[in-house]
């Protein structure tokens, strides 16, 4: 047992609005400046369609993340051999036009312009240019779109749809979007510090936070390939490929990451999770519908004796393990089984967890072509969601439609269970019967509906001290440090010659 | 006297600054070291300019280095004239190749007003000393013909004294124009890496081919019980 | 001289039982009653200034809203204690309000909501008006003072005040209507309750009086398309206007984030069905027009949106990514409300009534926009 | 080869201060944002080297019931990229007056050495005029500095005053609530000046009409904490994840504590996915569904079984009990006015008699007089305006009749119209009979109309559906199936899930709505559909219940003070709030583009009906309905002269001159002459608001008649065709406004087209306060740093 802590994230999609607040939040502090511009390190897409970086999912083209080989794994389109033979040009790179080519609009005009017969106008610029330009793309092109011919029908995940379950993708009575929102993954297999010829990018020891370091990033760029969930991006400025830190000066402040912070639908949740290292190689070279099981059962148990005792024994603090026994991420992985990882089948182990949504009950047209959405129970059964469960197990379990069924039944268990409680007007074994089936029982599904409806801010983000004091140890005295912070004169991360 | 400027002062100008310039912008200005590389802002010239630029100069600077540390070797493998004629005429070819890649490469930089916008002038500069090291090589190696024979018993001498600190011009004093412009101008850009993006060269990964692919850092092993007073880097407290 | 209509809230509310006009010699015009009244004011220009900069001694005569009043000349005496706060108009001393966190703090002394000995007294006179027991929902709270330092150090939630019609005690959420139905007290209305049936003479003859159900106007007979000509394909489609994403009204839109999260511009939304018939794809532009103006943008195409009509989000603004029109000689095209015009529902303007009397932003007509039609085509030419 | 490779090295990791700097800041301030968006969200701002980096949202709110979810963290993806507005390139950083307008200023300046004269001058000359005019909209601004704007502002005022009186300079800002000192800055300046203030609430069509017309309020609504205490939610026009943004996980968490969730919008928009259902009825159609749920409800829980909850909440908070007369009209027995407590003979003496209104007591059979009407609130008698089930005049304790059906003397058919398919059906009513002092009158209950209203068949005769699936028959499930191309079935399950949840919960049922139905014609009606449901299931005025309806921060919480600040009531009593739809309709000339309403509004025919909105406008202001501003095609100080002159000594003898003037025409409201010269509106600010673009409804004509500059419309006159009393020119004005001075902290569409914009210090720069709706808490506006380059608070810039 090689008992390490991790901070991993739970996104509750049923509560996700869409808002992109979160996007924002990360931007204004971290990616507002040149060769930053096109980057959002959160990101939120708009499902079904074709996210950010266009088709990002589609690893035929770009060959991010593993791919399984034996009873191992390898990289699917960097790694030592491969990733060194492409370096002088990486075919399966993104380009910038796979995001969008940043702009912004002469407003200037609307001040300076002289006296005409019209009226002036902001035109849109390049912002790598400068030159006028009309978007065709941008971070977040196919927002609300939903059933459209030229996004959503591209969407990666329809590949295993029937057609006749696209189709009806594009029917009002059957049609439905949900969001979902993307940031870097901090994976337990972390496919990007894999594939960095310069090893610029590594975990950290203490949190499981993945960074790109500046210093020693040379811009080979095979963070950019390897990472299916394209988090790595290119700054085409400073030559540095740069990436979501987690926002590592928050956290160790005691806050929570920005876009958590500012997560108005608070539909996000953040915590330690104490896993086995040397389950990883294993877990990620698990067969396709074994992924999410395996991934889960590196996961261990932060109250048991053993795993306690292996901890210590690896130097985790005390504070970080008792974080990880309050952590909610840990309630909703793996006490509840509610929270699944996003494309488990790249196989990176990734460290931000998705409770699927409830969306609308499907409709149908009646015998007089008018629109009817009526339904038996209450909510309405599961199957009739809008959404086909193979495009969910798409998204969260390498095809397992099981799973999802698994975890949508046990979220309307404990609507059913609440209604029983709080107004008590339907057959009492409907509730009854939602529980027993979802193998759940009232206290559980009590704890889940207080996590997911009235937890409080420290209750959604439990983060672990960060004790900078032992790591300033390690290099100059504390005392110093607390009396020459911020003292000294700071570069500006300006591109090399 | 200009011989000596060119064939003395140049290179061991260019060599203590490579040394000391490359170490100094390594420990100073790591962030500054990049490939800096554009094939995110055009991803397709770039890959039939740079794969043959690349690979061109890879195998031509292993061909010189190997004529440098072998000179002996290389005599024996020309002493069949076919065997001369492989490798002069697959160095002619890989010169060529790094001409034809740079040609696109200054032509697609030119053109593509996404590239001019991330061009420093020291690119500018890196061209036009990448041209002609590679236009000067070729010549050399049509006008100047059997380079691969004479190089071990001119240069090999030249660049040999040259680092045993006993500097012996009179081998180069005498070769055409064209092969001293080459030798100034690859001196020349010795002496630039450390202010160009040739610096990239010099941090070729060698070290990711055998490390583990899971890379973790700590701050601090907690295992152990650190005194206060002993600091890694030997700094003492200096308040209190 | 100063004009004003017969108000809500005061006895003028029990002004016009039938609808009669002085002017056609059907009553005699009485100020006030079958007429608006009118009010005669002394204006001084040369001090407007100083009224301006401090707080005048009306104050003293109580404060009301929405019917609830209260006596705070003691709290104004108090505010003329503070020697630092203070202007002089003609010799004498008033609170001032000459910068901005005077005014603040002027606003929140003097409020029921966050003075809580003015909501009790609020409630006392509620007591008096209705015979009900009601000052007990203050009493805890007669203590609170919240000034603008107050709010800047932490975020308080106010009174509750009889004002508002929502009971908070025992930190209960705010839901309207508590105060009535708990505490009957009545509705500002005619009868006092929730009103089912309207009798205002002009609800009758409009066919109102009873909840009931009308179709929308028809383009036609709204005549927003008269003169309007289609120079390609084009379809007339009803343009909803909803409130956007990516902007609160036209605040934001022209962000340099909102733009980019969205497309750089407010397109025009088109269901897939209307497209495909008007031979436009997505992101293609297209200009969308009636008789009152024009908007050029481009297009987003999707099936969630159903066919017949289009949205374009408002507000946009017309200073940003707007070309020229082609529909219409090639000027600067406008913005949503480019295709607008005000249409005024008569009875939504009768008064003199009950609660159908005049107030500020409580009564009259709306500017509705939402029946508007427009023709949709593509633009063949861009230009800025 | 194992698979980790662990390196300590604390050096190696010293680069993370490249990110860590980035985060560092040097002070936090808590501020908002003043836009019209109902969040009210409290943030804090992050200053960092004198300049503000970014905000984040404030944590700290305080906990309501612990059974409820918390507030934090409210804020959107608009609020949180405020920070880019204020270094940005469109920030108005200096104040700038139009080209055209300076030069032909400082021309007349130099040659008459004086500004008002100076002024007077380009306004006297109709070339100048249009030459400034003409150029609006199109470029040439010029940096000024604060005293060369405020020289021709100031200019243009008292210009306006003295010629045409202060009533022509207007003001338009919206929403309070949002930055209320801000508007109480320009409103106070106006108001002591005698200018007038333009309402917004309405004109932004915010205002629902359905809450004064019920409720007399003109909005009162729940808390966004309160939609989690609802058991069922249905949602309509409005897109929560859009426009309520920091309020939707209340709906979204309460989904998770048991809550049905129903969505209606034609879209598949962003709050459709939280439904358990979505409902896309046909576009400005709800209502129609609302009629058939109600119709549904009234049947099956109103009378088929009595729901004695429904029933004690409907007898006890609405006007169900009151009685109505009948009445006869062209031969038909219709509905009319409510019986008057003064005319009965027990209650004829009564004080304000025709203003009290009348019930019977069940147990008696008596009429009672039910206090709380608008005759006890105006009676000057203190004590009796309340709820109770106490006959006000006698106190004595009563329970209301709500039907006649089981005690009535007949039963008649009277008359009512169903709009939608143009049907009009006989049906029966029970009446009772009442001695009057003006004979017998025939009365029924206000319940008794609504059954027979929405065609609940009580076996009382007449064309009553017999069945859910008539498809003809008001307001049958069946009946709205085209309008709203919804199918029945949908109606039946909703309704009865919504009566279930209401019955056994006690009225937690809500309805969330906005302006996606409020911004229909008929958008009282829509309202009125959908709160029928809610009161009839005793919803209203009940935690989780409610008509919340959300469009526009309308709340502005401690208005008590507030109103007599922003009015300059503090130092004198008359102020003019004008009715801005009513203005603009009629001043920027689009009555004259309008038909006859008549014509595409759906309404009986008579004289009242059949009148152009134009002429409406002109009788709604003669007879105190609504205001208009400027009043008299006269300056007001000359009527008073005048009044003086002729006699007139007291404030009532100047009255009395005044409308013996009206009477004879010598004077004439403005209203009913809009397009003459001297009625135009002179001077207007604009402060805190988009009003030339973004709340223009009318834009082109605002461009054509305001400001006489270029604009894209070609609309037809049409209304000289149905107009009478008002008078219609044959030339259309256009430019009528002198000057447009706009303050803005960025360059809009409205600045843009100003002739002066002032810099107005943003939200991160300047004190105010902040309510809305949403939630109870008031928030500051904070100065994180001073107001940026030449900028000021609007406050300061009014002073």
């Known amino acids: 047992m090689d008992i390490r802590s991790q901070i991993s994230m739970v996104f509750h999609l049923d509560k996700c609005i869409g808002c992109h607040t979160c996007s924002i939040a990360c931007k204004n502090i971290w990616t507002d400046r040149k060769g930053a511009e096109y980057m959002w390190w959160n990101n939120v897409e708009t499902k079904p369609g074709t996210g950010y ?69 902001a035109r849109p610029v390049s912002l790598i240019t400068g030159e006028y330009i009309t978007p065709k793309s941008g971070p977040n092109w196919d927002d609300d779109l939903a059933g459209s011919e030229d996004y959503a029908k591209n969407d990666v995940n329809f590949k295993n749809l029937s057609p006749a379950e696209q189709e009806a993708m594009f029917q009002l009575e059957r049609m439905t979007l949900h969001y979902l929102p993307r940031m870097c993954n901090h994976c337990l297999n972390p496919a990007c510090v894999a594939a960095c010829p310069s090893g610029a990018i590594y975990k950290r020891g203490e949190d499981g936070v993945v960074l790109i370091n500046q210093k020693k990033c040379r811009a080979w760029r095979m963070c950019v390939t390897a990472c299916p969930y394209k988090k790595s991006y290119y700054n085409w400025n400073t030559g540095k490929s740069e990436k979501c830190v987690l926002c590592y000066p928050r956290l160790e402040a005691g806050q929570a990451p920005a876009c958590h912070h500012s997560c108005v639908g608070r539909i996000r949740y953040i915590g330690v999770m104490l896993y086995d290292a040397d389950k990883i190689e294993a877990a990620a070279a698990s067969n396709d519908e074994d992924l999410v099981q395996n991934q889960l059962d590196i996961y261990v148990d932060p109250n048991d004796p053993r795993v306690i005792a292996a901890a210590k024994e690896n130097g985790i603090h005390d504070s970080t393990i008792e974080c990880a026994q309050k952590s909610p991420v840990y309630k909703f992985v793996k006490e509840w089984g509610l929270a699944l990882p996003l494309h488990p089948e790249f196989r990176t182990l990734p460290n931000l967890f998705y409770v699927p949504p409830l969306l609308p009950t499907m409709a149908f047209v009646n015998e007089e072509g008018t629109y009817e959405t009526t339904s038996e129970n209450f909510w309405g059964a599961i199957e009739k969601s809008r959404l086909p469960m193979g495009y969910m197990a798409s998204l969260f379990s390498a095809g397992n439609e099981e799973t999802i069924k698994t975890v949508l039944k046990k979220l309307m268990a404990v609507r059913l269970h609440r209604r029983e409680e709080t107004v008590g007007d339907l057959p009492k074994e409907e509730a009854m019967g939602a529980m027993k089936d979802a193998v759940m029982d009232k206290e559980m599904a009590d704890a889940i509906f207080r996590l997911t409806s009235l937890p409080l801010f420290d209750q959604r983000f439990v983060i672990p001290p960060a004790h900078r004091e032992e790591a300033m140890e390690m290099l100059e005295s504390t005392a110093d440090v607390k009396g020459n912070s911020g003292f000294g004169f700071k570069e500006p991360p300006v591109r090399g010659l | 006297m200009s011989n000596n400027f060119f064939f003395i002062g140049l290179p061991y100008a260019a060599l203590v600054v490579l040394l000391v310039g ?40 292993f061909g010189h280095l190997v004529a440098f540390l072998f000179p002996r070797s290389v005599i024996a493998w020309n002493s069949v004239p076919v065997r001369l004629l492989i490798l002069e005429v697959s160095a002619l070819g890989f010169g060529l190749s790094a001409l034809f890649g740079l040609l696109i490469l200054v032509v697609r930089r030119a053109k593509n007003r996404r590239l001019i916008m991330v061009t420093s002038k020291m690119d500018v500069f890196v061209y036009v000393i990448l041209f002609t090291q590679i236009v000067s090589g070729l010549w050399v190696a049509y006008f100047v013909r059997w380079g691969s024979v004479w190089f071990p018993a001119v240069l090999t001498p030249y660049l040999k004294s040259i680092f045993l600190f006993d500097p012996d011009i009179s081998g180069v004093a005498a070769l055409p124009l064209s092969v001293q412009i080459h030798i100034v101008s690859a001196f020349t850009l010795i002496g630039m890496i450390p202010f160009t993006r040739f610096m990239h060269f010099l941090v070729y990964p060698f070290r990711y081919f055998y490390r583990p692919y899971q890379y973790v850092i700590w701050n601090w092993d907690r295992k152990k019980i650190r005194s206060s007073r002993k600091l890694v880097n030997g700094v003492r407290s200096k308040n209190n | 001289m100063v004009n004003v209509p017969i108000l809500h809230d005061s006895a003028g509310e029990v002004s016009q039982t039938e609808v009669k006009d002085w002017s056609k010699g059907e009553c005699e015009p009485i100020p006030g009653k079958t007429m608006h009244d009118m009010v ?84 006392q006179n509620a007591e008096k008006r209705t015979g009900l027991k009601l000052a007990d929902i203050s009493e805890g709270a007669k203590d609170v003072r919240i000034n603008y330092k107050d709010l800047q150090a932490k975020i308080h939630r106010y009174n509750q005040s009889p004002v508002w019609s929502g009971l908070m ?216 | 080869m194992s698979w980790i490779k662990d390196l300590i090295s604390p050096k190696t990791r010293k680069w993370e201060e490249f990110y860590r700097n980035r985060w560092q800041h040097d002070k936090v301030v808590r501020s908002t944002h003043g836009v019209n968006c109902t969040g009210g969200c409290s943030w804090n701002i992050h200053v960092k080297d004198g300049i503000v980096v970014w905000e984040t949202q404030a944590l700290d709110y305080p906990i309501l019931d612990k059974t409820l979810p918390p507030y934090e963290p409210r804020g ?65 601004f010029r940096r000024a500095t604060w005293d060369e704007a405020k020289e021709i502002i100031a200019a243009s005022n008292i210009y306006t005053v003295k010629k045409y009186g202060s009533d022509r300079i207007t003001g338009f800002s919206p929403i309070p609530a949002m930055s209320m000192l801000s508007y109480a800055a320009g409103s106070r300046f106006l108001q002591l000046m005698g200018g007038v203030n333009l309402s917004f609430y309405d004109w932004y069509c915010d205002l629902p009409n359905s809450f004064p017309e019920i409720w007399g309020e003109q909005t009162d609504v729940a808390e966004s904490a309160d939609w989690y205490n609802s058991k069922f939610i249905a949602c309509m026009g409005a897109n929560l994840g859009m426009t309520r943004t920091p309020d939707v996980h209340f709906f979204a968490e309460s989904r998770h504590n048991g809550t049905k969730t129903v969505v209606f ?67 038909k027995l219709v509905p009319g006015r409510l019986l008057r407590a003064g005319s009965v003979k027990k209650y004829k003496d009564i004080e304000k008699g025709e203003w009290k209104f009348l019930n019977i007591d069940s147990k008696s059979g008596d009429l009672v007089c039910p206090g709380g009407s608008s005759g006890h609130r105006w009676d000057g008698k203190d004590g009796n305006w309340n709820l109770k089930f106490e006959d006000a005049e006698t106190g004595k304790a009563y329970d209301p009749v709500l039907t006649l059906l089981e005690n009535n003397d007949e039963t008649l058919q009277l008359e009512f119209v169903e709009y939608g398919k143009n049907n009009t059906a006989q049906r029966g009513v029970p009446v009772k009979h009442i001695d009057t002092v003006n004979g017998k009158v025939k009365v029924t209950t206000v319940y008794d109309l609504i059954m027979a209203q929405y065609g609940v068949d009580r076996g009382l005769g007449g064309d009553y559906p017999k069945t859910y699936d008539e498809k003809e028959a008001a307001y049958t499930p069946a009946w709205q199936e085209i309008l709203t191309g919804i199918g029945p079935k949908t109606v039946l399950q909703f309704a009865r899930e919504w009566a279930r949840t209401a019955e056994t919960t006690h009225g937690k049922c809500s309805i969330i709505i906005g302006a996606g139905i409020n911004h229909w014609y008929h958008n009282n009606l829509i309202y009125r559909a959908g709160t029928m449901a809610l009161m009839l299931t005793g919803c209203i005025g009940v935690n989780g219940g409610g008509m919340n309806h959300y469009v526009g921060q309308e709340k502005l919480a401690p208005s008590d003070s507030w109103a007599t600040i922003m009015s300059g009531k503090d130092w004198q009593k008359g102020v003019r709030l004008q009715q801005a739809p009513i203005w603009h309709y009629i001043n920027s000339n689009q009555w004259r583009y309008d038909g006859n309403q008549a014509d595409y509004n759906t309404v009986p025919k008579n004289d009242l009906s059949s009148m152009h909105s134009a002429d409406m406008a002109v009788k709604a202001v003669r007879n105190g309905w609504m205001p208009f501003y400027p009043q008299y095609n006269k300056r007001n100080i000359d009527i008073v002269k005048d009044a003086e002159k002729a006699g007139a000594k007291t404030d009532d003898e100047i009255k009395d001159y005044v409308v013996g003037q009206l009477k004879k025409k010598e004077l004439v409201h403005s209203v009913a002459e809009p397009d003459e010269e001297v009625n135009f509106p002179r001077v207007w600010y604009i402060w805190r608001g988009n009003a030339i673009a973004g709340s223009a409804k ?61 810099p107005a210090a943003s939200w991160y720069e300047k004190t105010d306060l902040n309510s809305t709706d949403m939630h109870s808490f008031i928030h500051p506006l904070s100065p994180a740093i001073a107001p940026v380059w030449e900028s000021k608070s609007d406050w300061v810039i009014f002073r």
Request: a neutral charge.
């Open chain 1, 53 to 121: 970086p266009s088709k990002w999912e589609d690893q035929d083209t770009y060959k991010g993340g593993w791919e399984k080989k034996g009873n191992s794994i390898s990289l699917k389109g960097a790694g030592k051999f491969k990733g060194m033979k492409s370096l002088f040009h990486n075919s399966n790179m993104p380009v910038i036009d796979d995001y969008y080519e940043p702009w912004t609009y002469k407003y200037e005009n609307l001040f300076e312009a002289k006296e005409g017969d019209d009226q002036p106008i």
């Open chain 2, 22 to 61: 490359s170490i100094m912008r390594y420990m100073n200005l790591g962030f500054k070291i990049s490939s800096l590389s554009s094939q995110f802002l055009e991803g397709k010239e770039l890959f039939y300019g740079s794969r043959p630029f690349h690979w061109g100069l890879v195998f031509l600077f």
């Open chain 3, 40 to 123: 005669i004011v002394d204006r001084d220009y040369t001090k407007i200034y100083d009224k301006f900069i401090s707080l005048g001694p009306n104050v003293r005569n109580g404060l009301a809203a929405h019917g609830n009043g209260y006596q705070c000349a003691d709290f104004y005496e108090k505010m003329l204690d503070d020697k630092d706060h203070l202007q002089v108009v003609d010799g004498k001393v008033y609170p001032s309000l000459c910068e901005d966190e005077e005014a603040a703090n002027a606003v929140l002394y003097l409020s029921s909501l966050t003075n809580g000995e003015l909501s009790h007294r609020a409630y």
């Open chain 3, 169 to 384: 005690n025992d930190d209960r959420a705010y839901s309207a209507f508590t105060y009535n139905v708990e505490r009957l007290v009545p509705w500002r209305t005619l009868t006092g309750r929730q009103h089912f049936y309207l009798d205002h003479e002009g609800y009758i003859k409009f066919g109102e009086h009873l909840p009931t159900y009308k179709p929308s106007p028809r383009p036609e007979a709204y005549g927003e398309l008269r003169k309007s000509v289609a120079t390609g394909r084009a379809k007339v489609l009803n343009v909803l206007t909803p409130h956007g994403k990516w902007h609160i009204h036209s605040t934001y839109g022209d962000t340099l984030r909102m733009l980019t999260l969205s497309r750089g511009m407010e397109p025009c939304w088109l269901s897939v069905e209307d497209a495909a018939e008007l031979g436009i794809q997505d992101n293609d532009w297209v200009e969308v027009f009636n008789d009152n103006g024009v908007y050029s943008t481009r297009a987003c195409v999707s099936a969630r949106i159903p066919k017949g009509v289009c949205f374009v989000y408002h507000a946009v603004e017309r200073t940003y990514s707007t070309p020229k029109s082609q529909i219409r000689g090639g000027k600067r095209s406008g913005m949503n409300n480019s295709f607008t015009r005000v249409h005024l529902k008569p009875n939504l303007m009768v008064g003199g009534y009950g609660q159908f009397t005049y107030h500020f932003n409580y009564w009259g007509p709306v500017g509705v926009n939402r029946d508007t039609h427009v023709l949709v085509q593509k633009m063949e030419k861009v230009e800025f």
């Open chain 4, 76 to 140: 959107c993806q608009r609020g949180i990229s405020f920070s880019w507005y204020l270094y940005s390139p469109i920030r108005v950083k200096y104040p700038m007056i139009r080209g055209a307008l300076v030069d032909l200023f400082n021309a007349e300046k130099a040659k008459t050495g004086d500004a008002l004269k100076a002024w007077a001058n380009i306004q006297a000359n109709p070339e100048a005029r249009r030459k400034y005019q003409k150029a609006r909209g199109k470029g040439g």
């Open chain 4, 265 to 331: 919008a034609p879209d598949f928009n962003m709050v459709a996915k939280y439904a358990d259902k979505w409902v896309p009825v046909h576009a400005g159609q709800d209502g129609a569904f609302w009629m058939a749920v109600t119709h549904v409800i009234l049947k099956e829980y109103h009378y088929d079984k009595q729901t004695p909850y429904f029933i004690d909440y409907t007898k006890k908070y609405t006007d169900s009990p009151f009685l109505v007369e009948v009445v006869e009209e062209e031969g």
């Open chain 4, 698 to 758: 009318g834009h082109e004509f605002f461009l054509k008649h305001y400001l006489g500059t270029h604009n894209n419309s070609i609309a037809e006159e049409v209304a000289d065709q149905f107009v009478k009393d008002i008078k219609v020119r044959s030339e259309n004005p256009e430019g009528k406004m002198d000057l447009i001075v706009n303050l803005n902290f960025r360059m809009d569409s409205s600045a843009l087209y100003s002739d002066i914009i002032l």
